[in-house]
């Protein structure tokens, strides 16, 4: 499986940026894709996931803010970013998730500037 994450780039505080990871290969095994971020010097944290039912989970700091999509016949996720704060610069990185295996996209960088 190879996750393939876009959509990173240089925004203002208060903007939007759309993040998009396109699946391919043996997808059938992914069960929820998520998106992950890491900040310089912290630990890669969980922003949002969402499973093949569409049910999304989002962390405190996303909630309201970002929103999770997933298209099952595209084998996509897109993950929306409202109101982006310097506190959400970080790399992202797409997650797929399926039993008893996981899989990485590349990151790709947010930056939020003042």
């Known amino acids: 499986v190879q996750l393939q994450a876009s959509g990173g780039g240089l925004v203002q505080a208060g903007g939007s940026l759309r993040l998009s990871c396109a699946a391919s290969?043996?997808?059938?095994?992914?069960?929820?894709m998520g998106w992950f971020r890491q900040a310089l010097g912290k630990q890669r944290e969980l922003v949002a996931r969402?499973?093949?039912?569409?049910?999304?989970t989002y962390a405190d700091s996303a909630q309201g803010r970002f929103n999770i999509s997933r298209d099952l016949d595209k084998n996509t996720v897109t993950l929306e970013m409202n109101s982006l704060q310097r506190e959400d610069t970080a790399v992202y990185y797409c997650?797929?998730?399926?039993?008893?295996?996981?899989?990485w996209g590349q990151g790709t960088l947010v930056t939020v500037s003042s």
């Open positions: 290969g043996r997808i059938f095994g992914i069960n929820s």
């Open positions: 997650k797929g998730v399926g039993l008893r295996v996981a899989y």
């Open positions: 969402v499973t093949s039912y569409g049910s999304p």
